[in-house]
């Protein structure tokens, strides 16, 4: 496995390459990342992972610089996972002069993890475009835990043309049911131990939609405080449309209950996709 850290380089070493797969991360791989490298391996000759901490999705009171930094660990792993390479650029790399061109997402970047993260979707959008045309890829794998993000680089190749297809991966998840995250290691042993609540609570209300409960607000808001009666902090709890992330109707089938709330420090996202019959 080649691990390469400057753009020219990694031109290089894909120049021959047919068809390669890119699996872009922030790094502090976790079970999950690697799901989405095998689900990359047999679609493509050769594998990228990016791993870069992208300060353009940062908030200015979020985790930039606590974010954990595992390169060591995480090239280990990718290397037993059968990954080809691994770019890992450092800001200078990425961003040599100030960023002033951008990506500007659809309505949906202001909506959910949008309206609490302004400026975090611009972010995500402009550095996935800049690891793109790094990288060229055909084949792009990203988890559907992020399930905003994922819409949003979805849409963002199809209306900007892109020829990259873009594969999305089913959230994994611990034995008890918590979405595995990088900052699930901010937890500490109580709040691990209560953190399958988030999920827990996502799961009744998509069995109340299987029973036919179609009065979204009430499910929002039972679920909501339910956890703020555990000592979470909640953010959103919201029952959207797969397509768009906007307010179903009493019509709607295809279904996504989506959640962000804060348990001590730590803020924690998840979701469940549901096809109402």
Known sequence: MDVIHSVAELRARLYNERQVAL???????????????????PRAACLVASIFVNRLQFGPTEDFDRYPRTLAADCERLAQAGCNVV???????????????????????????????????????TVVLKLFNMVQPQIAIFGKKDYQQYLVLRDMVKQLAL???????DTVRAADGLALSSRNT?????????????????????????KGHRNFADLEKAASAALETRGWKVDYIAIRRQL??????????????????????TRLIDNLEVELI
């Open 23 to 41: 699996v872009p991360t922030m790094g502090n791989l976790h079970d999950g990342h690697i799901e989405l490298i095998q689900i990359a391996k």
């Open 87 to 125: 770019f890992a650029p450092d800001e200078q790399e990425v961003y040599p002069e100030p960023q002033e061109y951008t990506v500007d997402p659809c309505l949906i970047q202001d909506v959910l993890e949008g309206a609490f993260r302004p400026g975090h979707f611009r972010g995500v959008a």
């Open 244 to 265: 768009d992330l906007m307010e179903p109707d009493s019509h709607a089938r295809a279904l996504v209950v989506l959640a962000a709330a804060r348990l001590g420090r």
């Open 186 to 210: 901010y937890l500490n042993d109580l709040e691990r131990s209560e953190a399958p609540a988030l999920y827990q609570q996502l799961h009744t209300m998509v069995q109340a939609l299987r």
């Open 163 to 169: 020829p990259i297809e873009i594969i999305p991966a």
